[in-house]
């Protein structure tokens, strides 16, 4: 395993280069898919959704350390999510000082759907990859979000 202080090859660096110039365009892919599957819902605010579903919700101050985003910027997100009828705040009995953001009917429904528009489009170009490159960039990727603090 390369540890980072040794130099790497002329053929490391090159591939480097060309996963950096990919990961950019899978990025800027992903919010332009995002807002042709759903117009509602930008990149930002399907991981923010995504993120409430998984965690059966949580914290503004969660999700801000989580992102490692200023509380201000998570702030504007979630009201703009409460506003369109997203998420709503709950107090939970053991700890009034808290507010804990869940998912609407509506959040949840929106999240399903655009779940299912984005999965297809991804089924669409992985169509005719085989299973064995599918199985593995599948734990490439798993291990490089792992490797960033997923």
Same mark, same amino acid.
């Given at each position: ?8 090859? =002329? *053929?490391? !660096?090159? $591939?480097?280069? @060309?996963?950096? +110039? ?5 990025? &800027? ?49 979630? =009201? *703009?999510? !409460?506003? $369109?009828?997203? @998420?709503?705040? +709950? ?5 009034? &000082? ?53």
């Amino acid at each position: 395993m390369h540890q980072g202080t040794e130099p790497r090859t =002329a *053929a490391a !660096e090159t $591939a480097l280069r @060309v996963l950096y +110039r990919e990961i950019t365009a899978l990025s &800027r892919r992903a919010r332009s898919t995002a807002a042709r599957t759903h117009p509602e819902l930008s990149l930002v605010s399907f991981t923010l959704l995504s993120h409430l579903e998984d965690r059966g919700g949580c914290t503004a101050t969660d999700l801000a350390a989580h992102y490692a985003l200023d509380k201000s910027t998570v702030s504007r997100q979630v =009201a *703009a999510l !409460e506003k $369109a009828g997203f @998420v709503e705040r +709950r107090v939970p009995p053991e700890d009034h &000082r808290v507010q804990v953001l869940q998912l609407t009917a509506k959040g949840t429904a929106v999240l399903g759907e655009a779940m299912r528009l984005r999965g297809a489009l991804i089924r669409e170009r992985l169509a005719d990859w085989p299973e064995e490159d599918l199985e593995r960039f599948a734990g490439y990727l798993v291990r490089y979000n792992d490797a960033v603090g997923g």
